[in-house]
């Protein structure tokens, strides 16, 4: 299931903590549960805060890859 | 409904919140609320539901912004002494949240159009610094089965209590009639700190953001007590009266009252009732 498609894609690329949560959060109230979203984090402060903050509310993070120097992380909502 | 981007840069701070999120924002973008009074209660309360981002509120009150207000009165400034205070209200609400509605009422509530008033907004945060208008604000929630915010200051002390009309205990319930004229000194005989009136304004927005929100417990059926010189907070029981004059088995009061105004140190500029 990780490997397929996502139902939604947000890059968050060079948005700055803890406005690119705030984008993840909204994304994920629109969508159903069971639903995927895949986000570009950028390294660093991003990538350290925003998984954290995803499943302190309740989702899934089903990947984490590192890309150059951005991230693509997979969350399922739940 | 869909957030703007600019909304989302502006309320991000509250969005990123689990209770409220876009959903909650959403309901306090469509929620209006009427503040009696925009002097000491009125003023942090309006800061802070325009901050949040309450997409109406009405503000009421009849006096004119005096010099001796700026103590205590935070929503007004300097450069607005003179004006009406609901205008000089208005004009800072925007400064900090254009995209609201401020619907100012220059006028004094009475009997006659407290009702037709109140009949636009979802909840009342009364800011009123005299028993008239705290009776009168009461009953009319009552009557009109409206969510109420009470919140009073005195001195060094305050105290505030949310009433829903029918399920929880309403202002009469505490204080079944207004105290005798002349027995209890008005708020400018006794003086008062302007951090105790800030305490408890902010305490009725966080009261009203809650109802809009649907989240938290309100304080209903029990009456927050401040004291600024020991910073203590108390709470009281308050039940709900089965023979309160107004919300009891068998009500007296079926329709609302003027009490007469009795302050002696300004009988007209006091009569237009904001705050303390
Ligand atoms: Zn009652």
Redesign the interface.
């Known amino acids: 299931m990780s490997d397929a498609v996502p139902n939604e894609v947000l890059n968050l690329e060079n948005i700055a903590c ?2 690119n ?3 993840t ?2 994304k994920l ?2 969508m159903e549960t069971g639903q995927t979203l895949e986000v570009i984090l950028d390294d660093g402060e991003p990538i350290r805060n925003v998984p954290r ?1 995803v499943k302190e ?1 309740g989702h899934e993070i089903l990947k984490a890859e590192k890309i150059d120097n951005k991230w693509k992380i997979l969350i399922k909502k739940i | 409904m869909k957030l703007t981007d600019a909304q989302i840069e502006r309320y991000s701070r509250q969005l990123i919140l689990p209770n409220i999120g876009g959903k909650g924002q959403e309901k306090i973008l469509n929620a209006k609320v009427l503040v009696i009074g925009a002097g000491g209660l009125g003023s942090p309360a309006s800061l802070y539901l325009a901050s949040a981002g309450v997409g109406k509120i009405g503000i009421v009150d009849s006096d004119k912004v005096e010099v001796n207000n700026l103590q205590r009165q935070i929503v007004h400034s300097t450069s607005t002494v003179g004006k009406p205070k609901v205008d000089s209200a208005k004009e800072r609400l925007n400064a900090i949240n254009p995209e609201i509605e401020i619907v100012p009422f220059n006028l004094r509530l009475t009997s006659a159009n407290i009702m037709d008033i109140i009949k636009d907004y979802d909840i009342v945060v009364d800011g009123s610094d005299n028993f008239p208008t705290r009776f009168l604000v009461n009953d009319a929630c009552v009557l009109a089965k409206k969510p109420l915010s009470h919140g009073g200051i005195f001195r060094f002390d305050g105290q505030a209590i949310t009433i829903l009309p029918g399920e929880s205990a309403c202002y009469r319930c505490l204080f079944p009639e207004p105290p005798p004229p002349g027995l209890v000194p008005s708020c400018q005989e006794a003086g008062i700190l302007g951090v105790v009136a800030g305490i408890i304004g902010t305490i009725q927005a966080n009261e009203v953001l809650k109802y809009i929100l649907k989240t938290g417990d309100l304080l209903t059926g029990r009456l927050l007590v401040f004291n600024a010189l020991d910073s203590s907070f108390r709470q009281v029981k308050v039940p709900k009266d089965p023979n309160c004059p107004v919300c009891g088995k068998n009500p007296t009061v079926t329709e609302l009252i003027d009490y007469e105004q009795f302050c002696q140190v300004k009988p007209r500029s006091a009569a237009g009732g904001s705050d303390g």
Do not use: I
Request: net charge negative; hydrophobic share 35%.
């Open positions: 803890p406005n949560f705030v984008r959060k909204l109230e629109e903050a509310e």
